[in-house]
C-alpha cells in the first residue's frame, strides 16, 4: 500500500490543492482548515449550503493566506496578529474563539458568495477537542468536520465509478470527498476496517468512519450541486451503515513529521 495522493484545504470548503507533502500537526496538516467563513452569528458556512464556496482557491502564504476565484482579483489576506479581535465561533457542537481576519477579507469572500460572511483564523491558542468519545485526552482538530485527517482507498472510489456507470451516471472525482490522503494498492474500503495505520512512519489511529452528506453532491469543478443526487443516491444502496452513509475512514496522528506521495502505508490493526 502507498500514499498516491495529498490534499490540504486552508479555508473550510474551499477547493481541494493537491500537494506532494504534507506536515503533519497534532491537529492535522499544517496549513489545513485553518480558516472558516462564519454568518453574522459566527456559525460556520460550508459547501453544504453555499457550495460555491468550492470555487474558492485558498492557497497558503508564509504569513497568511491569498484568495482566489472564478472573476475575482486575488486577495492577499494575512494571519491576524495575536492581539488582534477575537469571535466564538460555532463548528457543529463546539465554539472556539478565533481571530477575526481584516475588513478587506471579509468583502472579498461577501462579494464572491453574494452573502454577508466574516473570516476567521484559529492560531495556536484557538483550541477545539476531538470527541471524547473517539479521541482521547488532549486530542485537538482544526475547523474540520471532527478529525485531523480523512484517508479513503483509490479502489474505494474506482468501485463507486462503476457503479455510477451501470446506472448511466457521470463518474465523479476524489475531490467530492476531501480526503486528506488517498491509498493506491489495497481492496475497496479496507480502511474500514483499519483500527492503526503506518503512514510514512507516523502512527495514526482509525477512529470513525466518515459519514456522508449532501456535500458529496456539490461538483468540485462548477460549485454546483448535482441534479441527479450523485453520488449519495448510488452510495445509498451499498454503503449504508447504522451510523449513516460512510465512505473513508478519520484519522488521528500520535506522532508528527512529514507525508509523502509514495510513502508506504501498513495497517497495524
Not at 485527517?149 to 476531501?178: D, K, Y
Amino acid at each position: 500500500m502507498r500514499l498516491s495522493a495529498l490534499s490540504l484545504h486552508p479555508l473550510k470548503s474551499s477547493a481541494a490543492l493537491p500537494v506532494a507533502s504534507l506536515e503533519i500537526e497534532p491537529r492535522g496538516p499544517r496549513f489545513d482548515r485553518r480558516w472558516l467563513a462564519v454568518d453574522a452569528e459566527g456559525r460556520f458556512v460550508t459547501a453544504r449550503a453555499v457550495s460555491e464556496l468550492v470555487l474558492v482557491r485558498a492557497e497558503p502564504l508564509g504569513a497568511g493566506l491569498r484568495l482566489s476565484a472564478p472573476g475575482m482579483a486575488s486577495l492577499d489576506v494575512a494571519v491576524p496578529p495575536a492581539d488582534a479581535s477575537r469571535i466564538p465561533v460555532t463548528v457543529w457542537k463546539n465554539t472556539i474563539d478565533a481571530l477575526r481576519a481584516d475588513s478587506a477579507a471579509d468583502a472579498w469572500l461577501s462579494a464572491f458568495l453574494q452573502r454577508e460572511v466574516r473570516l476567521v483564523h484559529m492560531d495556536d491558542a484557538a483550541c477545539r477537542a476531538v470527541d471524547p468519545a473517539y479521541g482521547r485526552d488532549g486530542d485537538e482538530v482544526s475547523f474540520a468536520d471532527g478529525y485531523p485527517l480523512l484517508v479513503i482507498s483509490q479502489a474505494a472510489l474506482e468501485g463507486l465509478n462503476a457503479r455510477l456507470a451501470e446506472a448511466g451516471r457521470p463518474p465523479v472525482t476524489m475531490a467530492h470527498f476531501r480526503p486528506n490522503l488517498v491509498v493506491d494498492g489495497v481492496d475497496a474500503h479496507a480502511e474500514d476496517g483499519w483500527r492503526r495505520v503506518r503512514i510514512g512512519g507516523i502512527d495514526f489511529d482509525a477512529v470513525k468512519p466518515c459519514t456522508r452528506c449532501v456535500f458529496t453532491t456539490v461538483d468540485p469543478a462548477l460549485g454546483c450541486r448535482r441534479e441527479d443526487g450523485q453520488p449519495l443516491e448510488i452510495l445509498k444502496g451499498y454503503r449504508r451503515t447504522p451510523a449513516g452513509i460512510t465512505f473513508g475512514m478519520n484519522l488521528i496522528a500520535r506522532g508528527t513529521g512529514t507525508l509523502r506521495v509514495g510513502d508506504a502505508v501498513e495497517a497495524l490493526d
